[in-house]
């Protein structure tokens, strides 16, 4: 279970003790009866270790997964996440089960899985720079797929499953436009409609009514006047809200706010909603944003596509149906 061992100090000049797991460890158990501790004095016993702290942290392959604080005999176990600076040699595979596991935690059907799985492999592809990759370019949210085995071991084992398979059975598969890999647009929900950006040439307005039925389609947020001042730093005493700019699919672009003009991605940023189609409710002393949809609308509807495996379509239909002048590449 345990290979080795780092003693560092921290800040305030307490030593801490690093212990490095075994990947292939299953040690779920372990976590559950708080075994952990035990196995960390029997280690430093075993090896004759110096410690004089009364912190331990788990490592698993790159990332500090869990850690024990020691006090008056005491042990606590606390959830832990670092993401260490380090270079590693990770295989493609690894990469796309830590963006897998990162980045769906909703059941979803192996074809749609299928399909995100093609994207994710074309967007780590697209960001490759001599076989280097740096994961803070990936416009997708990234975790060591190792760190879900030791903090969610009662789900891991099945998606892990899943996951591999889907990976295995698109086997290297990609899409490309102009003879280039296409980065990865996908959102959760989407309008009724996904979003045509000019400048990216493989999007456009398909119809996804399906999304309509989403649970959280339709929100609700509401905001004082000196609220929404203070959060797009507005300093005018005159208050002014002018929707300038509509794309084709009924999501607000461009907004007018008397001193200076925002676009409506940064808005939604800003505000804390979930998509840019809009409406604007203004009251005396509060405005009212009612949002349709979850995401930019760009690419890939997750829950569109969910229903289109529903009815039947495999993958590579999926694609097709959410992205135009794209084809199917393999690179083994």
């Known amino acids: ?3 080795s061992y780092k003693i560092a100090r921290s800040s ?13 460890y299953e040690f779920g158990e372990d976590l559950e009866e708080n075994d952990l501790e035990k ?17 331990i942290i788990f490592i698993v392959n790159g990332i500090s997964t869990k850690m024990i604080t020691i006090n008056n005999n005491k042990a ?12 590693e040699k990770m295989t493609l595979k690894d990469i796309l089960l830590s963006l897998l596991f990162s980045n769906i935690n909703i059941s979803l059907k192996e074809e749609t899985l299928k399909a995100l799985t093609v994207l994710y492999r074309g967007e780590i592809i697209y960001n490759l720079n001599n076989n280097t990759l740096d994961l803070r370019k990936l416009s997708l949210s990234y975790h060591n797929y190792n760190y879900y085995k030791v903090t969610y071991p009662e789900t891991y084992k099945s998606k892990f499953t899943i996951f591999n398979k889907v990976i295995d ?21 989407s309008n009724g ?48 809200i002018k929707i300038t700019s509509i794309s084709d699919s009924n999501r607000i672009k461009e907004l007018d706010l008397g001193e200076r003009k925002i676009d409506a991605r940064s808005l939604a940023v ?4 979930p998509s840019t189609d809009i ?10 944003f009612i949002t349709r949809g979850i995401g930019s609308g760009l690419g890939l509807s997750i829950i569109g596509a969910d229903n289109l495996a529903e009815l039947g379509y495999n993958y590579k239909q999926i694609l097709n149906y959410y992205f135009k002048d794209v084809s199917l590449v393999v690179q083994k």
């Not at 950006?197 to 009514?209: A, H, M, R, V």
Request: hydrophobic share 30%; with cysteine.
């Open 1 to 3: 279970m345990l290979e």
């Open 12 to 24: 305030n000049n307490e030593e801490v003790l690093y212990l490095y797991l075994n990947v292939d």
């Open 39 to 55: 196995k960390a004095r029997s280690y430093l016993v075993t090896h004759d270790i110096k410690f004089n702290g009364n912190k």
């Open 76 to 87: 606590y176990l606390n959830d832990y996440l670092i993401t260490l600076n380090t270079k």
């Open 169 to 189: 059975e698109t086997n290297g598969e990609y899409l490309i436009n102009n003879n280039k890999p296409i980065k990865c647009f996908t959102h959760l929900v």
């Open 193 to 240: 409609y996904t979003e045509e950006d000019k400048s990216i040439p493989y999007t456009l307005k398909k119809e996804s009514l399906w999304d309509l039925a989403y649970p959280n389609y339709l929100q609700r947020k509401d905001y004082s006047i000196k609220e929404f001042k203070e959060k797009l730093n507005l300093k005018s005493d005159k208050f002014t």
């Open 270 to 273: 800003y505000l804390d909603l």
């Open 279 to 288: 409406t604007i409710i203004i009251k005396k002393d509060y405005l009212t």
